[in-house]
């Protein structure tokens, strides 16, 4: 199997997260004849394999695809920004509602928690019910949380308001990674999901900066009136451009690929119902197939009923199987461990930065905990989309044509590299109480490293169980969730002994 894999001799049939990318250079060009291929290279696969029913989403037309896609990415945004919206204004929380520092971190940790909730039941009820519909059930909640927020007087009404915001943040946190393996092609999806993150976690970043100055002047309330109606474009783009992705194909060609129990070696088989080699058709490329409309009236319903095999009951408890198999228990831990570091540094920079020798307003905070992580994000995941798809094809190439899923594990060494310099750096130089300046380069490759974490957790889960990919992302949003949580609690009983700030109890 070769770079650094090793080969599964001892086991024979098929290999979820293994499938042909490239026909085996060793003269094996039999084992994808029926195979389609891309239009533009014929040396590439696409996988998985598209049906010929013009409802099948790979069969979309591009210009269908880019639309919904730009759709889901303005909705992920929007939500990055719920998040960190109140980070700058922890101190004005704090002597405002006359409440100890541990509620205040309460205001962002049980949202986080409520969000991988949420995350987790929107995979399981979207695969039964239709991604759809579940869109528009979230965007339902998240509106009305930021109405709730806008109008609360009290920390009680503000905490009841973040935990509705973060059941609403929950298909736009999970269902877009869903909606890309849905979309596009094996070969695309890594730069599609690097550019979601991007949008994700930049969003993340720079609202620090823009709420720190809404606050500051205009006051709470109306950051979260503003917020409310920029979220309203993504809603209405998704009622209009984001139809049900959710699709049963006869054959699963993307999730196997036979293996011979003897050798190891790629075996053809055109005789197995749904193996991942069948044969789909003699030719590279289909019939013409005629799309809809991209306002007809079949896409824009907001429920269309879907074949499902399982009961949701049982969907439910579904992903929760994932986490035995060693692929998913290591994403899970990558992408909660890399994740959870935008998450806890939106809750240090009022810490770090309003307290001596710095001592910054509430703008300032902002600016300072939001430039340098979208710079340190933006560097890294518009790098990780191109070099994570660019390494799959040239190590499938040199795997007799085979994709594995461990190819999108490239990404776990730019992300040590930068977690390094970042995290040491950082803490050395707050600790010293070095140049603002100084600290904000060393916080920049700390939220590199935890941009090529995620991107690296999400992508190898996704490939590595195809068939399985919401219900591995839903798991993995849980954990995450669950982690991120348990450490502003240990924050909260005082286990961490977090650095305060004056005013702070």
């Known amino acids: 199997m070769g770079i650094g894999i090793f ?56 210009f269908r695809k880019e639309v919904a896609y ?13 998040g960190p919206v109140l980070t700058p204004d922890f101190g004005n929380i704090l002597t405002e509602y006359h409440v100890s520092l541990t509620k205040v971190i309460a205001i962002n940790g049980d949202l986080v928690l409520t969000y991988g909730i949420a995350s987790f039941l929107c995979v399981s009820v979207s695969d039964s019910l239709g991604r759809r ?34 059941f609403g943040m929950g298909a736009y946190g999970c269902l877009v990674n869903s909606s890309i393996t849905d979309i596009f092609f094996l070969h695309e999806q890594g730069t599609r999901i690097a550019i979601w993150q991007f949008a994700f976690n930049g969003s993340i970043c720079l609202t620090p900066v823009i709420s720190g100055i809404l606050i500051q002047r205009l006051g709470r309330n109306i950051a979260f009136w503003v917020l409310f109606g920029a979220t309203i474009l993504p809603v209405f783009a998704t009622i209009l451009f984001v139809p049900e992705t959710v699709y049963h194909r006869q054959l699963e060609s993307c999730d196997f690929v036979h293996r011979d129990g003897e050798t190891g070696t790629v075996v053809h088989d055109d005789t197995k119902k749904g193996s991942g080699t069948a044969i789909v058709q003699p030719l590279e490329t289909a019939a013409p197939i005629h799309p809809r409309a991209i306002f007809d009236s079949y896409h824009l319903r907001p429920w269309r009923p879907i074949r499902r095999d399982k009961s949701i009951t049982l969907a439910l408890c579904r992903p929760a199987l994932t986490l035995l198999s060693p692929n998913v228990l290591y994403a899970a831990f990558l992408f909660m461990t890399t994740f959870t570091w935008f998450v806890q540094l939106s809750s240090l920079y009022s810490q770090i930065y309003g307290a001596p020798p710095y001592s910054f307003d509430t703008a300032k905070i902002g600016y300072i ?21 660019h390494a799959v094809r040239i190590l499938s190439k040199h795997n007799k044509g085979v994709f594995e899923a461990e190819m999108r594990l490239v990404l776990v060494m730019p992300c040590g590299i930068c977690f390094a310099i970042g995290a040491f750096g950082m803490g050395y130089t707050v600790q010293h109480g070095a140049h603002y300046l100084v600290t904000a380069v060393f916080l920049a490759f700390l939220v590199a490293g935890a941009a090529f974490g995620t991107i690296c957790g999400i992508t190898y889960a996704s490939s590595a169980f195809p068939a399985r990919g919401g219900d591995t992302f839903g798991i993995i949003m849980l954990v995450k969730a669950l982690y991120a949580w348990g450490n502003t609690l240990f924050w909260r009983i005082g286990i961490l002994a977090p650095v305060r700030f004056p005013g702070s109890t």
């Not at 730009?70 to 719920?82: E, F, M, P, R, Y």
């Not at 998240?142 to 609360?152: F, M, V």
């Not at 905990?369 to 798809?389: E, R």
């Open 369 to 389: 905990g939001g430039i340098s992580p979208f710079i340190g994000t933006m560097l890294a995941l518009l790098s990780a989309g191109p070099i994570n798809d």
């Open 70 to 82: 730009a759709s889901l990415l303005l909705g992920a945004i929007a939500v990055g920004v719920v």
């Open 7 to 62: 080969e599964a001799k001892a086991v024979s049939g098929d290999i979820p997260g293994t499938c042909l990318l490239h026909p085996p250079s060793n003269g094996g060009e039999e084992q994808a004849l029926g195979l389609k291929r891309h239009a533009q290279d014929a040396s590439l696969i696409l996988q998985p394999q598209p049906s010929e029913h013009r409802d099948d989403p790979l069969n979309w037309s591009r």
């Open 133 to 166: 519909p579940t869109f528009l059930v979230s965007n339902i909640l998240l509106l009305a949380g930021l109405i709730w927020g806008a109008l609360a007087k009290s920390y009680g009404s503000l905490l009841g308001a973040r935990i509705l915001q973060g």
